[in-house]
């Protein structure tokens, strides 16, 4: 089965800061992608970046971007020139390719962006 | 863009009482899903749902709990009788072949 840990429950920046968010997964597969997703205190699901696992490219979005290491079984989330709009739940997670294709969610990293 | 949209977006309901949460996926999503976020915990697959049928469930599934899609656009998740643990933001979400699923905006049960 797979699981998600995310070992950093709680982190904090200064605005315009870059802050980095660990998140490592453990899969025999080897097809899947995994995601970063924002909560803000709405608790909607916002999508921040998505990484394919057969692509070895960092994936990247504006001010965000990850440090892919699939043989480490890694995927964090850097924050670049972070804003107080950033402050948030950061949920990792698992979709493998075929199947159900669920999520296996990690347990979350509250950031807190300071002005 | 496309969405998927959850109603209501709270609901207050009695121990015991039965409730429905719907769903409207993306029209040409094959996959469903419900998930759980119970407050200040992770988010948790509950089931999910393709061409007709449940095609994986997780051990919180249980029979309580049972979904739907009765007009090929709803999805709903019935719990028949409510407990205060059964409190959380429940997510439903759709998914076609590519790409990320997309998540409807929750719906908040509070179990009184």
């Known amino acids: 089965a797979q699981t998600v840990t995310q070992s950093q429950p709680e982190m904090s920046v200064q605005e315009a800061e870059t802050v980095t968010l660990s998140c490592t997964y453990d899969?025999?597969?080897?097809?899947?992608?995994l995601f970063w997703y924002k909560q803000p205190p709405s608790r909607q699901m916002i999508l921040v970046i998505r990484?394919?696992?057969?692509?070895?490219q960092n994936a990247t979005e504006n001010r965000f971007s990850v440090n892919f290491q699939k043989a480490a079984k890694s995927f964090s989330l850097k924050i670049s020139d972070s804003q107080l709009g950033d402050t948030a739940m950061y949920f990792c997670a698992f979709m493998k390719l075929g199947g159900t294709y669920k999520y296996i969610f990690g347990t979350g990293t509250r950031l807190k962006v300071l002005a | 863009e496309p969405e998927v949209t959850q109603t209501p977006s709270h609901q207050v309901t009695q121990m015991g009482q039965e409730v429905i949460l719907r769903c409207v996926p993306i029209s040409n999503h094959l996959y469903f899903y419900w998930y759980r976020q119970i407050l200040g915990q992770k988010v948790e697959f509950l089931v999910s749902f393709y061409n007709n049928e449940i095609s994986e469930k997780s051990e919180i599934f249980d029979d309580q709990f049972s979904v739907e899609r009765p007009d090929g656009s709803n999805f709903t998740l019935k719990i028949r009788s409510t407990k205060l643990e059964d409190s959380a933001m429940y997510f439903c979400?759709?998914?076609?072949?590519?790409?990320?699923?997309?998540f409807g905006q929750g719906t908040r049960l509070t179990v009184v």
């Open positions: 990484q394919e696992a057969y692509k070895q």
């Open positions: 899969t025999s597969e080897s097809n899947y992608y």
């Open positions: 979400a759709s998914y076609y072949e590519e790409g990320e699923a997309f």
